[in-house]
Every structure is written in structure tokens, then in C-alpha cells.
């Protein structure tokens, strides 16, 4: 499986992983996903941190997942859930989640932690074969914000 993102009509990263351990949807006791929720998305392990191909490989989930920015989020609809978890240098595995059916998500039990969470598919585990990633400065300037036109925009 190939993953790239394009800027000024030049591949800016671009990820080759091998896939092992695939079981589709269909393989789970599945509930009715609505695909209109984007689902939270969790990263595990050090090397999101302190690996760069692993660290681009984040950020092109979080701009694949994004639909909008936003200053809060409604608990109560917080029902899915995208794990990433890198077990080594090499080996990443992907699990998707949902939130009980049935079961209203209030801040009592996030603060408890007494959610839980079926699994719903797809699962599946990446292994990195090849990647080619952006120079710092390629990078810098295709995260680089347009300017605000309108003044009082920018003062708030």
C-alpha cells in the first residue's frame, strides 16, 4: 500500500508499506459505522516522537482524517476511535474502535475511564518498506499558512 501527498505538483512524502494480519470489516460483529464521524485518532509509541518518517507518517493521518478545525469537541459524539500504535522501527499496527453501543459518553466516564470500546475493523499491520521524505525546507514551506486578508481576522 502506497501513501503520498503532492505539493507544488511534487511528491512531497510518500510511504510503501507491506500489509499483514488483514481482517476486514465483515470479519467483526459489526454495528452500523456511520463513515460521516472522522474517528479520534491515537498514536503509541516513541518512535512518533523521535523517528522523522515516522512523524510524517502522523502528520499525513491527521491531514487525511481532518474535516475542519475545532476549538471543542461534544463528548457525546466521540464514537470511534483509530489507533496507531509503532511497535518498532519497522512494524506499525492499526486497530479501529467504537464506543459501546447504547452507552452515552458523558465526562464522568472519560474522567474514570470506564469507557469501552468494541473493536469494528478493518485491522491490519503496516511494515515499512520504502519512504521519501520531503527536505525541512520543502516541508516548512507546504505547511506554510496563507495570510489573512481581512484585518480584524487577525486581531481576534
Request: charged fraction near 30%; hydrophobic fraction near 35%.
Amino acid at each position: 500500500m502506497v501513501f503520498g501527498r503532492l505539493y507544488a505538483e511534487h511528491v512531497l512524502d510518500m510511504f510503501e508499506f507491506g500489509i499483514s494480519n488483514y481482517q476486514a470489516v465483515q470479519s467483526f460483529k459489526a454495528f452500523e459505522v456511520d463513515n460521516q464521524i472522522n474517528p479520534i485518532l491515537i498514536f503509541q509509541g516513541e518512535q512518533f516522537e523521535f523517528s522523522e518518517k515516522h512523524r510524517r507518517f502522523k502528520n499525513y493521518l491527521i491531514d487525511f482524517f481532518k474535516m475542519g478545525d475545532y476549538d471543542e469537541a461534544n463528548i457525546a459524539e466521540l464514537k470511534r476511535v483509530l489507533v496507531v500504535t509503532s511497535l518498532n522501527e519497522t512494524k506499525i499496527t492499526v486497530r479501529h474502535y467504537e464506543v459501546n453501543v447504547g452507552k452515552q459518553i458523558n465526562e464522568t466516564d472519560v474522567k474514570n475511564r470506564s469507557l469501552s470500546f468494541n473493536e469494528i475493523g478493518p485491522r491490519f499491520d503496516l511494515a515499512f518498506r520504502r519512504d521519501k521524505i520531503a527536505t525541512f525546507d520543502d516541508y516548512k514551506n507546504a505547511c506554510k499558512q496563507p495570510k489573512v486578508e481581512n484585518p480584524e481576522k487577525k486581531r481576534q
